[in-house]
RNA sequence: GCGCCCGUAGCUCAAUUGGAUAGAGCAUCUGACUACGAAUCAGAAGGCUAGGGGUUCGAAUCCCUUCGGGCGCACCA
């Protein structure tokens, strides 16, 4: 259905065309100053200024035009041309009720099905999942949600570091401590053994280990190196073990996951592009675009116009080996290969300083003919986490801070704050610990949301612990309000029905006005992928209802007609809420 | 050196991409629990949008410039 605005912004337009004006001018949105109108349309200065017109006079004639509409309650010209105007009551509840009974809730599809594939996280093999996974995850969720409910077949691709230097680094560290494994045996011709000889937990601590071992010993780096390479040719040990790693962190990273409800389509990994790195290789020697430098294959892409230095993407190090732009590059080409015409779009949510690197694979895969037009290929960047100090976040001791330890120490928070406020008292401890997790859950992820990607934002978990004011917990208390006053309702055989009758009084229209602005939120945030613009929608949502649970009777109410139109405002407040935090990734639970 | 991002209330962030009097939350101050959950609500105060110049009916937003911060510039990812 046809949201609120765009309903206006038509019949707007039609105006402007009966006075030979571009229909575009008519866009009609919400007034910047409700204390003025309801509503605004500033189309009359543009047009006056393409038209070498007066705005005054052009407004005056489509305000002319707009008063045969008959659905506004008052249309006034102000300052060099602004429209103003207020819709009737009457049009708004018929335009509620439109949504009450649209099962999508006034959101139009924007597409039909085509694939989209956003890939995001990124976790490493063998290291544990820290903070700076953590933007990535609930950004990347988000948009998934997003272009799911618009109508795409949104596919999550984990896409596991499972390929570089840091497999060669943890293998030649393995071999050091243990080289009588069988894996580092290169005449060995048995099975190797189904259960590694490892736990996770060794793993992720060996990692570091090697790498800190790499920095400070170039021998290291070299025996690494070279590990990495014999690993990426093939060597039969160091895959075998490569795969129990894979297997081990796989493992990791899905609990991580489900601790914040985020789940993959796509469990791939960069090794996954390995079989195809020769076949590429000979599709781009074929194509003649591969140039040789100081030793290393590599593939130009610095353009004329530049106005920078565009180092050319690595195929291949000079020792052999391949990196990230490779596998990145590989990959590439395996999702336009197996999903064809139906991938519309390929949306990475990887850390801003990765722009130059997207910006060469997007351009080699577009210089290999792998990409046109479609698939579009968008990196959202997105910024640093900071702490209070405006320095990368860390522990309190100045160590990384554990993806695990972020919630567990989120859900400990809200577990205090339940029991200061003396709330789910009566419940029993496993329903407490849920309700916590939930809220904690919450926090994080609208904190994180709220943010616009790009900037680097300050991550104050002391601030959390408050969950006051624009917060995930404030949202979640406003939405558990509702849920138990429209329990009551029902325990008093009250129905709830879409086909209500709403009544609008002073203190009910700020409510109605503000349900009707859900599609705008939601365009504004798929458009430019920033989830942000959706957690200012919820919160002022929230904020709404509960400024009219403050003001209105509801179940007190006498007047039965009026009682029946708040509580159908009350249940698609609850509805919208819902959708809303669903897209945020955020869960409410039943009571708090 | 070249390039990208950023600078908005004491603090943390918005501003529908060029619109009106720049909005929220926190903190501060006033008031409100016999009406459904006070993690709440109603209100007050807080600004030369880093500085300067320009473009136009109109600039936090676009252009130029100065200052300040973050980041990136092939064999790590």
């Given at each position: 259905m046809t949201s609120l605005t765009e309903k ?22 919400i ?64 335009h509620l009720?439109e949504i009450m009974q649209n099962s999508r809730l006034g959101i139009e599809k924007y597409a039909a099905g085509e694939t989209v594939i956003v890939d995001y996280v ?13 933007r990535p995850t609930i950004i990347g969720d988000c948009i998934k949600r997003i272009l799911a409910f618009s109508g795409y077949n949104a596919l999550g691709d984990v ?98 996951m489900?601790?914040v409800g985020v789940k993959f389509e796509i ?72 999903y064809?015409?139906a991938l519309a779009k390929i949306v990475y949510v ?24 479609a698939p579009e290929l968008v990196?959202i960047?997105f ?55 939930k809220?904690?859950v919450a926090?994080?992820k609208f904190?994180d949301l709220s943010n616009q990607p ?18 995930g917990?404030?949202i979640l208390?406003q939405a558990?309000?509702i ?15 879409g ?15 503000l349900l009707t602005e859900m599609p705008d939120a939601f365009d504004a945030a798929l458009r430019h992928y920033m989830p942000h613009h959706l957690c200012d929608y919820a919160y002022r949502l929230a ?28 249940a698609l407040t609850c509805r919208q809420l819902a959708l809303v935090l669903g897209w945020l990734g955020i869960d409410i639970?039943?009571?708090?």
């Amino acid at each position: 259905m046809t949201s609120l605005t765009e309903k206006l912004s038509i019949l707007t337009g039609k105006a402007f065309t009966t006075c030979n004006l571009p229909a575009e001018y008519g866009t009609v949105r919400i007034s910047d100053r409700p204390d003025l109108a309801q509503f605004q349309c500033n189309g009359a200065m543009g047009a006056a200024k393409a038209a070498k017109k007066n705005p005054r006079e052009i407004a005056d004639n489509i305000v002319r035009h707009l008063k045969e509409y008959g659905i506004f309650s008052k249309i006034e010209i102000a300052g060099p041309g602004f429209i103003n105007f207020d819709i009737t009551d009457d049009y708004l509840t018929a335009h509620l009720s439109e949504i009450m009974q649209n099962s999508r809730l006034g959101i139009e599809k924007y597409a039909a099905g085509e694939t989209v594939i956003v890939d995001y996280v990124g976790p490493n093999v063998a290291k544990a999942m820290h903070v700076g996974h953590l933007r990535p995850t609930i950004i990347g969720d988000c948009i998934k949600r997003i272009l799911a409910f618009s109508g795409y077949n949104a596919l999550g691709d984990v896409h596991i570091g499972d390929w570089g230097l840091q497999m060669g680094q943890v293998i030649s560290a393995f071999a050091q401590r243990h080289p009588e494994w069988s894996y580092f045996n290169p005449n060995f011709q048995g099975e190797y053994p189904e259960q590694p000889p490892f736990n996770y937990s060794e793993l992720e601590e060996i990692y570091p280990q090697a790498s800190a071992a790499c920095k400070a010993d170039p021998s290291q780096l070299e025996k690494a190196q070279q590990a990495t390479k014999e690993f990426q040719g093939g060597r039969a040990g160091y895959w075998a073990l490569g795969q129990q790693f894979t297997t081990l962190s796989k493992a990791h990273i899905k609990q991580n996951m489900d601790s914040v409800g985020v789940k993959f389509e796509i469990w791939k990994g960069e090794a996954d592009a390995a079989s195809l790195i020769p076949v590429v290789e000979k599709d781009l020697r074929e194509k003649n675009i591969f140039e040789e430098s100081q030793g290393a294959l590599v593939i130009p892409i610095a353009k004329n116009s530049d106005n920078k230095e565009m180092p050319p993407l690595m195929y291949y190090k000079s020792d052999g080996a391949t990196t990230y732009g490779t596998t990145d590059l590989v990959t590439l080409y395996d999702r336009v290969e197996s999903y064809g015409a139906a991938l519309a779009k390929i949306v990475y949510v990887v850390d801003k300083r990765q722009n130059l690197h997207f910006e060469q694979v997007f351009r080699a895969a577009r210089k290999a003919g792998y990409v046109q037009e479609a698939p579009e290929l968008v990196h959202i960047g997105f910024g640093t986490l900071n702490g209070a100090d405006g320095k990368p976040f860390k522990t309190r001791e100045g160590g990384i801070m554990r993806f695990d330890q972020l919630v567990t120490m989120a859900k400990d928070k809200a577990l205090q704050r339940l029991e200061e406020a003396n709330l789910a008292g009566d419940l029993d401890d496993a329903r407490k610990q849920d309700i916590a997790h939930k809220v904690g859950v919450a926090a994080i992820k609208f904190a994180d949301l709220s943010n616009q990607p790009h900037v680097d934002y300050i991550f104050d978990m002391e601030r959390m612990v408050n969950f006051e004011g624009k917060t995930g917990p404030y949202i979640l208390y406003q939405a558990v309000r509702i849920q138990s006053l429209l329990r009551k309702a029902e325990e008093q055989n009250f129905k709830i029905s879409g086909e209500a009758v709403i009544t609008i009084s002073d203190q009910d229209r700020p409510l109605a006005l503000l349900l009707t602005e859900m599609p705008d939120a939601f365009d504004a945030a798929l458009r430019h992928y920033m989830p942000h613009h959706l957690c200012d929608y919820a919160y002022r949502l929230a904020a709404g209802f509960s400024s009219f649970y403050g003001n209105c009777h509801i179940l007190s109410e006498s007047d039965e007609a009026r009682k029946a139109s708040r509580l159908a405002l009350c249940a698609l407040t609850c509805r919208q809420l819902a959708l809303v935090l669903g897209w945020l990734g955020i869960d409410i639970p039943e009571r708090m």
